[in-house]
């Protein structure tokens, strides 16, 4: 295998990795402050087919962005009033959301462009691009570092954002007032009641930065790693992501190891198929494909030492008088 493969091994590996690491933030958020989401799931496809199906009607990428994000956001805040207001079950909100997600985007997609719950190809001021960094070309013609810094510096905008939100996530966490009372919210929320802080206003606002990034996750599927929607498009990101939260232990740094551990896995796939490899031979197809799911049993089955969520995770709570 030549320098090249591994480059775009690279590259896949970074476009792969990067709507699960925005999930993966979005349920760090939610679950950090006591919301379990299961429908981290549904909200990515909600969102990658709202995205898809306005940059196809509309055609500007930017409106499309904010429908898609809007709309995830809309079935956050279904969530949140189920789970918070409600006091409902967690588990069972997220899921219905997954159920709901997938059912409404076939049908609507179906309705609108009739072609099986697949939107036509966005046009290109309909989606994002590749977006390189000012200083990129300027390292175009340099051995080994050229090549790189192309991956590096020269990705759709979504790829940045998702990396840098990672720092930005540490910081609000344990660095913020903010922070620290979503924490606090996710462990002791009467503690944090009887503080006169309202946990109920903390808790809507996690979810709505769990449906923000959320949304962010489903228009980089559909608007920039792909250029249109087709049926389950997520493919079970959401729930590769909240194994990847567990994974990390709800940390975000650690969670974006986790994330690039999976978009590896996932890039595998399409770079490893067909191919030799030493000692191993050729890799059956079916096997690369159920990496990443396999990881996810492995994961989600206790083997990598104990992972404590927050104490309040999944509990309505209930103000005392």
């Given at each position: 295998m030549d320098f090249g493969f591994w480059i775009s091994f690279f590259d896949s590996t970074l476009?792969?990795?990067?709507p699960l690491l925005l999930a993966c933030l979005a349920g760090l958020y939610s679950e950090r402050s006591g919301v379990f989401d299961i429908g981290l799931e549904g909200k990515i496809l909600a969102s990658a087919f709202a995205g898809a199906a306005a940059g196809v009607l509309i055609g500007d990428a930017y409106i499309a962005l904010f429908i898609a994000v809007m709309v995830s956001v809309f079935f956050a805040?279904?969530?949140?009033?189920?789970?918070i207001t409600f006091r409902g079950n967690q588990i069972v909100s997220g899921v219905a959301i997954n159920?709901?997600?997938a059912g409404l985007t076939a049908v609507i997609g179906n309705a609108l462009?009739?072609?099986g719950g697949r939107t036509p190809q966005i046009p290109e001021d309909g989606r994002f691009r590749e977006f390189p960094l000012f200083f990129a070309d300027r390292l175009e013609g340099v051995p080994v570092i050229g090549p790189l810094a192309d991956v590096?510096?020269?990705?759709?905008?979504f790829v940045y954002?998702?990396?840098?939100?990672?720092?930005?996530t540490w910081y609000v966490l344990f660095r913020t007032r903010f922070g620290l009372r979503l924490r606090a919210v996710g462990e002791n929320p009467a503690a944090v009641d009887t503080?006169?802080?309202s946990v109920i206003r903390l808790r809507y606002q996690a979810v709505i930065c769990c449906g923000i990034l959320c949304g962010l996750a489903g228009a980089t599927l559909s608007?920039?790693?792909?250029?249109g929607f087709v049926n389950n498009m997520s493919a079970g990101r959401g729930f590769i992501a909240l194994a990847a939260l567990i994974f990390a232990k709800w940390r975000p740094v650690q969670a974006m190891f986790a994330c690039l551990l999976f978009g590896f896995l996932d890039a595998s796939e399409a770079r490893l198929q067909g191919r030799e490899l030493w000692l191993v031979g050729e890799v059956p197809v079916q096997f690369i494909q159920a990496l990443p799911y396999v990881l996810v049993v492995v994961l989600l089955a206790g083997f990598i030492g104990k992972a404590r969520a927050p104490k309040a995770g999944g509990v309505a709570y209930v103000k005392e008088r």
């Open positions: 476009r792969s990795a990067t805040l279904i969530h949140g009033v189920a789970c159920f709901l997600a462009f009739s072609m590096l510096l020269n990705q759709p905008s954002m998702a990396f840098l939100a990672v720092p930005f503080a006169g802080i608007m920039a790693l792909n250029a």
